[in-house]
DNA sequence: GTAATCTACAACCAAATGGTTGTAGATGAA
DNA sequence: TTCATCTACAACCATTTGGTTGTAGATTAC
């Protein structure tokens, strides 16, 4: 069951950090083992501070979070999260199959409307 | 088992389509039946060409297909997609997990690589 | 103390995003 | 035929994105 749920700004979040292959390894690299930003920035051609903004962007959609030990910054993944998005993603397999009614549960959302 | 690997501008973009809230219910329509362009546009409150931009990022990614029909565009799913999606997202979960026999498997990718 | 390392953040830039309006071509209905 | 509908697409605009360089503050190493 599904403990709380995601608002459609924190979906969002969450899909544009995984839209971009160098924050998904990143995220990866996160997942397989805890790192400082500077021990992942050094794995890309890219600089420093972009490599901040990539880890920003996984940071704002909670896939990650940063612990201060001493001047660095350690990386831990968030695996709850990942989970919820393949939950999501099931759940659009299941409107597919149209199983309407575990839907209901895990991608409750209000009726997005309009005109008239 | 995975019929071909997706490349990473491919994941780009599935994972692109489905950060915004209007594309992702545009989604969950199709999913649930086929529906017109024009038809889908009418249940939200922006222009037509706007839905028609939703609808062909969609389309880019590959999460939906538009066969024509008349003067209409039906709109079709491509759930195979949505569940290779699902798979790639199993595949960090697995990587948590220290599961890395099946990573090799499903996320193959050649090592993203840097300086010396 | 001094120097090196790690991080934060501002300023800047080109390109992409997400919306708009407007025009025009095909198709269907009367 | 004529009119309405559906679609495509161009042009435009404000904002965001994804990169850069540069400056400055904390912390660690020597």
Do not use: C
Not at 28 to 43: H, T
Not at 85 to 113: M, N, S, V
């Amino acid at each position: 069951m599904v403990v709380d749920e995601l608002s459609d700004s924190e979906i969002d979040n969450i899909f544009h950090a995984l839209a971009d292959a160098t924050r998904r390894d990143i995220f990866k690299q996160a997942m397989s083992r805890e790192q400082s930003v500077s021990e992942l920035a050094r794995r890309y051609a890219m600089s420093f501070a972009a490599v901040q903004k990539h880890v920003a962007v996984l940071e704002r959609a909670m896939l990650i979070t940063k612990e201060k030990r001493g001047r660095e910054q350690i990386v831990h993944s968030n695996p709850e999260l990942l989970r919820r998005a393949t939950e999501l993603l099931d759940a659009y397999q299941d409107i597919w199959r149209g199983r309407t009614e575990r839907i209901e549960e895990i991608l409750f959302e209000p009726e997005r409307e309009v005109e008239s």
